[in-house]
């Protein structure tokens, strides 16, 4: 119990019969149910209670429509009767009222048949409901389980990232013999002046640097090429710093973002924004709509999905020389749109059935990526 006594705060302990500090542990008592079942219990009492609201409104909307049907139906029924009635001699007119009534009878049985048919559909897509409403809690409350496997995704990225340096470095061993061999050759030959020439040009420091062009009304980059000192990357993204150096040294080369052929950036192409911004940005999309974002946890990006019940995020590794998901898809491409492109025409998971059909562009001004083109 907390106490306030003019300037004097002080914390005062309930005690029990036995003179103990009296204390009640949740789940302790014979009665208390465990919290697993009283979570489950309340997710699906809340999915239940969304549901037949959804349906309540549902059924109001389609009765509706279904008494307005008949009722437009039934008196161009009895307008065609009364019309005919003029036509016939007095003694066929009790026959007309017979007809009429059996008629009335009639749609007034269709209607009931199919009143029956609406409650039996919405009662279906009521007990639907629920059960999407219950995976959506449910998939909520496992969200923070995640963390453990995309830290088993990152340490297959390691893996991936080492086998890839080590071929580099094989490849330029095997660059370098090659090197001193044509050397050797043009030395006795005596054609070093062309064999210079050749190889002119050739160093890696020197790719160029693509910087965004603020003053242009549309994205499109202009190219640098500045020295630089030798980048080495740690075994993972620790500072989004490193990350807008990543970007700069190993994947503006590669000409990651652009469209294809072009110096615009992609529309789908996103910075260094988080999961949650992500699905903001994806929130009012319908299913399909797709955007890529720089991955604060591997050296790579993220592709957020969005589905007809929610998002996915895929990671997508680029730490090679190559961009491949992980753990989803085997298919490697030589470039990020290449990687884009592909998934427009053929499926992400033969499960989920993912094809990259809207690109969600950016709400920023200026836009969330212009620190990776600064």
């Not at 914390?11 to 789940?27: A, C, K, N, R, T």
């Not at 720089?294 to 990006?301: F, H, L, M, Q, R």
Request: proline residues 4%; glycine residues 6%.
């Amino acid at each position: 119990m907390y106490i306030l006594e003019g300037n004097d705060r002080r914390v005062q302990w309930l005690h029990g019969s036995d003179g103990e500090i009296w204390v009640w542990i949740m789940g302790d008592s014979p009665g208390d149910k465990p919290y697993e079942q009283i979570s489950e219990e309340l997710m699906a009492e809340r999915a239940r209670q969304q549901a037949q609201k959804e349906a309540e409104e549902l059924w109001t909307q389609k009765e509706a429509e279904i008494t307005k049907k008949f009722r437009d139906a039934m008196a161009k029924e009895k307008a065609k009767i009364v019309a005919e009635k003029w036509k016939i001699e007095t003694e066929d007119r009790k026959a007309a009222k017979v007809m009429e009534e059996k008629i009335q009878e009639e749609l007034k049985k269709r209607e009931e048949e199919e009143r029956q048919r609406g409650e039996e559909q919405i009662r279906k897509q009521e007990e639907l409901r629920a059960k999407e409403l219950y995976l959506s809690l449910k998939q909520a409350q496992q969200h923070s389980q995640h963390n453990e496997h995309e830290d088993q995704e990152w340490k297959e990225q390691l893996r991936r990232s080492k086998a890839a340096d080590e071929e580099r470095s094989h490849k330029a061993r095997r660059a370098r013999d090659e090197y001193r061999r044509q050397s050797l050759r043009a030395i006795q030959k005596g054609k070093v002046a062309g064999l210079s020439n050749l190889f002119k040009g050739t160093s890696l420091n020197n790719e160029p640097e693509i910087k965004l062009n603020s003053n242009s009304p549309s994205p499109v980059m202009t190219l640098t090429t500045p020295a630089r000192k030798a980048w080495e990357r740690p075994s993972r993204p620790i500072s989004r710093e490193i990350l807008i150096r990543w970007f700069k040294e190993e994947q503006l080369p590669r000409r990651a973002g652009f469209e294809r052929n072009t110096h615009a950036v992609a529309p789908w192409f996103h910075g260094i924004i988080s999961r949650q911004e992500a699905e903001e940005l994806l929130m009012n999309k319908s299913e399909g709509a797709f955007l890529v974002r720089v991955s604060e946890k591997i050296w790579g990006y993220a592709l957020s999905y969005r589905q007809q019940s929610g998002f996915k995020h895929f990671l997508v590794d680029a730490s090679g020389d190559f961009y491949s998901f992980l753990g989803v898809d085997p298919n490697r491409h030589a470039t990020l749109t290449d990687l884009i492109d592909f998934h427009k025409e053929e499926i992400i998971t033969s499960s989920g059935g993912e094809l990259l059909l809207e690109p969600c562009g950016q709400r920023k001004n200026p836009p969330d990526y212009s620190s990776l083109f600064e």
